[in-house]
């Protein structure tokens, strides 16, 4: 393969990918090739009707075939008119249906990826290519392409009867065609990469603006709105520098090929106006020879136009498709084992070290070994860093670890299908995730399909119940995006009603470090002391009353396990827990930090 050909095959193999999308509508491809060529025909038929209409009708005086050639021009372009219609409603519900599925397959592949990719991949990033890059494809999907093939099928159609009318007044015509093409080529690599460079600047500032939205009031509170609203600037007009090189340069192609084509034209009509004073050439062979060379000029023209957004599109298509080619670094064992149902699991790490993929050359666990006994209750401390949080991630295997394994009930958690293994945990994490939907639908994330009793039930048991009565709207009341609208006590107990309706065999709790009211604060305390009867739970705790409640203690430090026992062992032991805990010694016991250093 020659160069050349390497690099079209490069620079199409995105396009290429979106096929199997399109064919899964094969009845509305096939519709709109239909309709397309149906619509091309009757197009291509026009200049012969008119040579007739001026050779048979007007140059003989019959009033007959004057009045046979208006009915076929009529007819012409009324079927012109409906397969042109036909052709523009199968293509644009075409797109709209291959851009759904591909949005849903780029979803749906999101939903795979471990969390190590969200780590170095920004999450409006993401959106952009969903939203910005996703509309590029379905403007070509269902307008470009359908343009370019009429428009080969036009150039073609007319330049095989420019031919057959007249060989040599083609060649003035026709041999302008590499001085159109070449160039074409040449800008078409250009014009897309400088269209990638502009949705990856796009991109940028879609990102940059969903954190800033998502963060406003820190913005508006540290005054940062004019520096925010430069950086969003920036970004912008990078993309639309970018954007506007890439428009000059199609739009100075357009103007030379219809300068060169219509130049080629006028000089026929000046070849062709001799041959017919001379009696070579009849009128309607003239005016068929011209309207032929008109379309086969517009058809050249309108490819030179499509041709950037094709490429376009193809700089987009790859976008999309880098998320697709993503590999899944967590998935399934090829032969996964039957977890093992149990009202408590037991827990075990062996061995494990562990780094993000983020920080290869900072390691966050090492050589890290404990166990859990069904239905224990263990508190994790630690200084911060210690990797306490790490302990979640890997047993929820949102990562694997480098070395050692961890078990579940006894079972290597590496051979146990991924759903199974994540049913049999409940989550509380510290920063309670509320999504912007009714608070029933949020609880009932826990369990999908739970009833509404069953919601209830579980908002009784974490203390919630009281406080969703006295809304608006009740277990239906919309709460914004991430809660906003609900008390931080009221997020966390929600996301406690969320665990219990799960009603699985682990928690995993992360206590909060904020400091609530004390009401608010007695509430969560109730709530989780239901939640943790009968679990094996392990909880990242902050508050010394919680670690004086649990079974163990471990204790973390530089991501070894340094100590573990019960607390009033670990304070006479004197050692870093006595430490942590000496700075709660003549203080309340709530809502004091323990990962003090």
């Given at each position: 393969?020659?160069?050349?050909n390497?690099?079209?095959?490069?620079?199409?193999?995105p396009?290429?990918?979106?096929?199997?999308?399109?064919?899964k509508?094969k009845?509305?491809v096939?519709?709109?090739?239909?309709?397309?060529?149906?619509?091309?025909?009757a197009?291509?038929?026009l200049p012969?009707?008119?040579?007739?209409?001026?050779?048979?009708g007007i140059?003989?005086?019959n009033?007959?075939?004057?009045?046979?050639?208006?009915?076929?021009?009529?007819?012409?372009?009324?079927?012109?008119a409906?397969m042109?219609?036909?052709?523009?409603?199968?293509?644009?519900?075409?797109?709209?249906?291959?851009v759904?599925?591909?949005?849903?397959?780029?979803?749906?592949?999101?939903?795979?990826?471990?969390?190590?990719f969200?780590d170095r991949v920004r999450?409006g990033e993401?959106?952009?290519r969903?939203?910005?890059?996703?509309?590029?494809?379905?403007s070509a999907?269902?307008?470009?392409?359908s343009?370019a093939?009429?428009?080969?099928?036009l150039?073609a159609?007319?330049?095989?009867?420019?031919v057959?009318t007249?060989?040599?007044?083609?060649?003035?015509?026709?041999?302008?065609?590499?001085?159109?093409v070449?160039?074409?080529?040449?800008l078409?690599r250009?014009?897309?990469?400088?269209?990638r460079?502009?949705?990856?600047?796009?991109?940028?500032s879609?990102?940059?603006?969903?954190?800033?939205?998502?963060?406003m009031r820190?913005?508006?509170s540290?005054?940062?709105?004019?520096?925010?609203?430069?950086v969003?600037s920036?970004?912008?007009?990078?993309?639309?520098?970018?954007?506007r090189?890439?428009?000059?340069?199609r739009?100075?192609?357009?103007?030379?090929?219809?300068?060169?084509i219509?130049?080629?034209i006028v000089?026929?009509?000046?070849?062709?106006?001799?041959?017919?004073?001379?009696g070579?050439?009849?009128a309607?062979?003239?005016?068929?020879?011209?309207?032929?060379?008109?379309m086969?000029?517009?058809?050249l023209?309108?490819?030179?136009?499509?041709?950037?957004?094709?490429?376009?599109a193809?700089?987009?298509?790859?976008?999309l498709?880098?998320?697709l080619?993503?590999?899944?670094l967590?998935k399934?064992?090829?032969?996964?084992s039957?977890?093992?149902?149990a009202?408590?699991l037991?827990?075990?790490?062996?061995?494990?070290?562990f780094?993000?993929p983020?920080?290869?050359?900072?390691?966050?666990?090492?050589?890290?070994?404990?166990?859990?006994a069904?239905?224990?209750?263990?508190?994790?401390?630690g200084?911060s860093?210690?990797?306490?949080t790490?302990?979640?991630?890997?047993?929820?295997?949102f990562?694997?670890p480098?070395r050692?394994?961890?078990?579940?009930?006894?079972?290597?958690?590496?051979?146990?299908?991924?759903?199974a293994?994540?049913?049999?945990i409940?989550?509380?994490?510290?920063?309670?995730?509320?999504?912007?939907?009714s608070?029933?639908?949020?609880?009932?994330?826990?369990?999908?399909g739970?009833?509404?009793?069953?919601i209830?039930?579980?908002?009784r048991?974490?203390?919630?119940?009281?406080f969703?009565?006295?809304?608006?709207?009740?277990?239906?009341?919309?709460?914004?995006?991430?809660?906003?609208?609900?008390?931080g006590?009221q997020?966390q107990r929600?996301a406690?009603?969320?665990?219990?309706l799960?009603d699985a065999?682990i928690?995993?709790?992360?206590?909060?470090t904020?400091a609530?009211?004390?009401?608010?604060?007695?509430?969560?305390q109730?709530?989780?002391?239901d939640?943790?009867k009968?679990?094996?739970?392990?909880?990242?705790?902050?508050?010394?009353?919680?670690?004086k409640?649990a079974?163990?203690?471990?204790?973390?430090?530089?991501?070894a396990l340094?100590?573990?026992g019960?607390?009033?062992?670990l304070?006479?032991?004197g050692?870093?827990?006595?430490?942590l805990?000496?700075?709660q010694?003549?203080?309340?016991?709530?809502?004091?930090?323990?990962?003090?250093?």
């Amino acid at each position: 393969m020659t160069e050349s050909n390497s690099q079209s095959r490069v620079r199409f193999q995105p396009l290429r990918r979106l096929a199997p999308f399109a064919w899964k509508y094969k009845g509305l491809v096939l519709a709109a090739l239909a309709s397309l060529v149906v619509a091309s025909l009757a197009t291509l038929s026009l200049p012969i009707l008119v040579r007739g209409f001026v050779d048979r009708g007007i140059s003989e005086n019959n009033i007959a075939d004057v009045n046979h050639y208006t009915a076929l021009l009529v007819l012409a372009v009324v079927v012109l008119a409906l397969m042109s219609a036909s052709r523009y409603y199968f293509v644009i519900i075409l797109g709209e249906r291959v851009v759904n599925d591909l949005r849903t397959a780029v979803f749906a592949k999101l939903t795979l990826l471990s969390p190590a990719f969200y780590d170095r991949v920004r999450s409006g990033e993401i959106v952009s290519r969903l939203t910005a890059d996703a509309t590029q494809i379905r403007s070509a999907v269902g307008a470009s392409a359908s343009m370019a093939l009429r428009n080969f099928l036009l150039f073609a159609g007319a330049a095989v009867m420019m031919v057959v009318t007249s060989p040599r007044m083609s060649l003035l015509v026709l041999g302008a065609i590499p001085f159109i093409v070449i160039p074409l080529v040449l800008l078409g690599r250009w014009v897309r990469r400088r269209q990638r460079f502009a949705q990856d600047r796009l991109a940028d500032s879609s990102a940059f603006a969903t954190e800033a939205i998502g963060s406003m009031r820190i913005l508006q509170s540290f005054t940062q709105e004019e520096r925010a609203k430069s950086v969003f600037s920036s970004n912008i007009e990078a993309a639309f520098g970018a954007a506007r090189a890439s428009v000059r340069a199609r739009a100075v192609l357009t103007a030379f090929a219809f300068f060169v084509i219509f130049t080629s034209i006028v000089a026929v009509l000046w070849y062709a106006a001799h041959d017919v004073t001379a009696g070579r050439l009849s009128a309607g062979a003239l005016s068929q020879f011209v309207i032929y060379s008109t379309m086969a000029a517009a058809g050249l023209g309108g490819m030179s136009e499509v041709w950037g957004e094709i490429s376009q599109a193809s700089g987009s298509a790859e976008r999309l498709f880098e998320l697709l080619d993503e590999p899944v670094l967590v998935k399934n064992a090829q032969v996964v084992s039957p977890l093992v149902t149990a009202s408590n699991l037991s827990v075990a790490f062996e061995g494990v070290d562990f780094h993000y993929p983020s920080s290869e050359e900072r390691t966050v666990l090492s050589a890290l070994s404990f166990a859990i006994a069904g239905g224990e209750t263990v508190a994790i401390v630690g200084p911060s860093g210690a990797g306490k949080t790490t302990v979640f991630q890997l047993l929820m295997r949102f990562y694997d670890p480098e070395r050692g394994r961890i078990l579940l009930g006894g079972q290597p958690i590496g051979g146990l299908d991924l759903n199974a293994l994540r049913s049999a945990i409940a989550l509380v994490p510290q920063e309670p995730v509320i999504f912007a939907m009714s608070i029933a639908d949020n609880i009932a994330m826990g369990r999908e399909g739970a009833e509404r009793e069953a919601i209830i039930e579980a908002a009784r048991a974490a203390h919630a119940h009281d406080f969703i009565a006295q809304l608006p709207e009740g277990y239906d009341t919309m709460v914004g995006e991430r809660g906003v609208t609900l008390s931080g006590g009221q997020r966390q107990r929600l996301a406690i009603a969320r665990a219990i309706l799960k009603d699985a065999p682990i928690l995993l709790l992360d206590e909060a470090t904020s400091a609530l009211d004390a009401e608010s604060e007695r509430y969560v305390q109730l709530a989780l002391a239901d939640l943790m009867k009968g679990r094996t739970t392990i909880v990242i705790a902050h508050r010394l009353a919680t670690v004086k409640k649990a079974d163990r203690i471990l204790v973390l430090e530089g991501g070894a396990l340094v100590e573990q026992g019960t607390h009033d062992s670990l304070v006479t032991a004197g050692g870093l827990y006595a430490r942590l805990a000496q700075l709660q010694f003549g203080m309340d016991d709530l809502g004091h930090d323990l990962d003090a250093p």
